[in-house]
């Protein structure tokens, strides 16, 4: 018996050193430890507990900590992780978010869902909410001034090339009409204080301007973010004509690069240091006086080295007044820009995000954004 249970146990990580078994078959994180033993998949702990919440398809078990069945193992013998990738995601639409480890739980578990439980990458109808072209249905949107969710109408619709939303549900004029070549969309669970809360920020007149929306419902968030992917998706095939979804997938939505409080001053160096929060955002970094104001106060832009941009640890020596102990100074063409951190390691993160910025050469249309940003007063 015990004989027995050892040669099952062997063979069970055999199975883990096959290609293809070595991440987790969800959302890729490395050394999978966990296996479903009814989809025949190799998965993470995170991505265990949601399947755990489909037990009618799913039975998971520790790979080192639970007994396993001889005929548990045969049956993951004969599927594997490449095997189920085949069979499940035969027709995911180029456009379709694949979540990382490093995802929130809302994109892992609705991808988990809809992979295996509501099989839409097996039968593309089940794909209209986000393939359709046009989607209408009410969101809580986040009051600009007051902080309250309210519950509103909004329409994404690719024909017009908007996405609206409207303040009362009988109201023929949209309260906000936002262009879908100008449109992100981003999850930020922790930032909006909800599972489910999406950030959507569009550009009007080169400004930034935020909305925080959620759903109770982690499936109809999830389709609303892959609706605005396919339209920003469908918009860049036309205005790129000829270019490849491998160049286009990643110019979808964008996560940042990097957030959180740092303390800024003004251009003459002497108005003190104020605390903001501060928003990295491909070249442009943003800052608020709070994590959810509709509108940024002010923007950086961050170009390249060959353009004169530069990035230094510290501040000039003649920086006056009290402030946070880890300074960063970025260098523009046109003046210093003076930022402290609280802490050394935030200091080492923000510089890192600067640098990434600043060693990567600059693409024809983002000298239109600094064109724009030298010209502002
Ligand atoms: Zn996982």
């Known amino acids: 018996m015990a004989q027995d249970k050892e040669r099952t146990r062997r063979a069970l990580l055999e199975l883990l050193r096959r290609p293809g078994n070595s991440t987790c078959a969800d959302c890729g994180a490395p050394d999978p430890d966990w296996a479903s033993f009814t989809l025949g998949v190799f998965i993470c702990s995170t991505c265990s507990g949601i399947h755990r919440g ?8 520790s790979v080192q900590l639970d007994a396993w069945e001889p005929v548990e193992v045969e049956f993951i013998a004969s599927t594997g992780n490449d095997a189920a990738k085949a069979k499940y995601e035969q027709k995911v639409p180029p456009f379709y978010y694949r979540p990382t480890a490093s995802d929130c739980q809302v994109l892992k578990d609705q991808w988990i ?10 039968y593309t ?30 329409i994404l619709s690719e024909r017009e090339g908007v996405f609206k939303y409207f303040n009362k549900h009988d109201a023929r004029e949209p309260k906000a009409v936002m262009k879908i070549e100008c449109l ?19 550009l009007k007149d080169n400004s930034t301007r935020n909305i925080f929306v959620y759903h109770e419902d982690g499936k109809e ?26 160049d286009l997938v990643p110019k979808l939505t964008r996560n940042y690069i990097k ?58 020596p003649s920086t006056q007044g009290y402030h946070w102990q880890h300074g960063i100074t970025i260098v523009t063409p046109d ?9 050394e390691f935030e200091q080492h993160l923000w510089i890192e995000a600067f640098q990434k910025a600043i060693n990567r050469p600059m693409l024809p249309q983002e000298y239109a954004v600094e064109a724009h940003f030298k010209h502002k007063p």
């Open 184 to 202: 992100n969309a981003t999850f930020q669970p922790v930032k909006i204080g909800n599972p489910n809360g999406l950030q959507v920020t569009y």
């Open 54 to 61: 489909i037990s009618q398809i799913s039975k998971v078990k």
């Open 125 to 154: 109808e089940r794909q209209e909410p986000y393939s359709a072209g046009y989607r209408e249905g009410v969101l809580w949107k986040r009051g600009r001034d007051n902080g309250q969710f309210l519950s509103r109408k909004f």
């Open 259 to 316: 957030e959180g409080y740092m303390e800024k001053t003004g251009p003459k160096h002497t108005e003190g240091f104020k605390k903001r929060w501060f928003t990295m955002d491909d070249r442009r970094l943003m800052y608020f006086k709070d994590p959810l104001d509709a509108y940024a106060r002010g923007e950086v832009f961050i170009g390249s080295k060959e353009n004169h941009y530069l990035v230094l640890s510290g501040l000039p």
């Open 113 to 122: 869902r809809a992979r295996y439980a509501r099989k839409e990458f097996i």
């Open 221 to 246: 968030v999830v389709d609303w973010f892959n609706a605005i992917r396919a339209a920003r998706f469908h918009y860049l095939q036309v205005a790129f004509p000829g270019a490849s979804d491998v």
């Open 335 to 343: 003046r210093k820009f003076l930022f402290t951190c609280e802490t």
